[in-house]
């Protein structure tokens, strides 16, 4: 372990957009915890999940591989693979002490405790989603009841569960007892996984009725959407395209609050869903501005690397969509990224560099002074954080996988590749894909796919992506001997 190994608060929100912190340009939503982050670290302003769904995306940053090689394509699975050591486990080998509180999902927690993986974790504060539909192991329900409260009865409020009970709450209550823990000097991490702002966008009332959806942002729609999105409709996606005053916001898989219900007859339109998300955002904001008041009460601030980031984001009516599945607009695959130590990371920076969340992984291992692996595909973030780098160049591209991830009638298979100017989406098996000039249209309306002027660039872009699909391929294991 180096000298002066920092500790580290990891923040993952579930399903947050890139474009909803207020010091990132968004004026609608009251962010002031996370705003002063950025204005004291690095925030990365084109950083890319590797997949829009939940499990492949969180097996890929907490490796620093891409989904195809964790073995850890979809939601629901079994069990995780442990093809490749996460990077919590790796650090917990080196003396870190480390804490996860709220979500893990490697594997499926649908009516159980997903099963324990070698993880690294010795405080163990699990809940995957604030629903109460298993009797033993959700820790969340647990401290609710210690309260006096039933978490089943209160998800049936048409107000919500109230603030002081919400689960972003309980997150930030377990990530202050594990930061106050007595550990004689040695170094922790703690992965805080809060479940919101992911559906089914049910914020306490106190927060909703602060949120006008009449002043709302209206999303990026046109009317050519419907029929953009009709070509795609074979391809798996968790919402059907309506118009922004009708939106589609039954779940498919999540059950229905009382007040979802309503909005299901009543008002779904695309601006009282972005109030209820914002609303989310403040409570997250709320208790993240705890967990940063108790590192400098403790005096553990200056010796704290703190990341802010989330798994994927959600279309939130974007060309008539909600919710998630395979698409690859940036409002889904593109997500906050921001990085802080006070006094040894750079400070009030925005890099435009394209990231990809694999970075992380080797960043932390390098933080701690080991040797990052020759086979993770993840790079090293250190240089641009310690203002060695330019701040404006990290990657020629990125890219993002979609492998059957949602259990959905196609089983599609997709990937993405981005560049600086250009978005090329395949759907293996299918005839329609996606080609996006983002310097000319960066809201993603023009679909080049079919343009005939566009066929030389959509060739040389389908070779570089096969070629990057073809060389992230998972190798196996390493070679030792000519034979």
Known sequence: MAANTPNILWVCTDQQRYDTIGALGNPYVSTPNIDSLVAEGVAFTHAYCQSP???????SFLTGMYPNATHAIRNGNDFFPDADPLVTRTLADIGYDCGLIGKLHLASAYRRVEPRVNDGYRYWQYSHAPRDDWEHGHDYADWVRTKGYILGELNRNPEGVPAELHQTTWCAEKTIEFIREDRGGSPWLASVNIYDPHPPFNPPQTHREQYNPAEMPEPLFRDSDLEQQTRLQAVDFQSKVRTPDELDIRSPILPQTPRQEAEAVGARDAKTL???????????????????????????RENTVIIFTSDHGETLGDHGLIQKGCRFYEGLVRVPLIFSWQGQFASGRKSDALVELVDKAPTLLELAGLTVPEEMHGRSLLPILRDEAD????????????YDAVDLPDHTFATMYRNERYKLVVYHGHEEGELYDLVNDPDEFENLWHVNAKQGVKFELLKQSFDASMLAMDRGSRRVGPM
């Open 53 to 59: 769904i939940c499990t492949p995306s969180r097996a």
């Open 391 to 402: 701040p404006n160049h990290h990657r020629d591209f990125v890219r993002c996988e979609y």
């Open 274 to 300: 972005v109030a209820a998300y914002y609303a989310m955002i403040q409570l997250i904001d709320e208790q993240f501005g705890r967990i940063l008041e108790t590192l400098d009460e403790t005096g553990q």
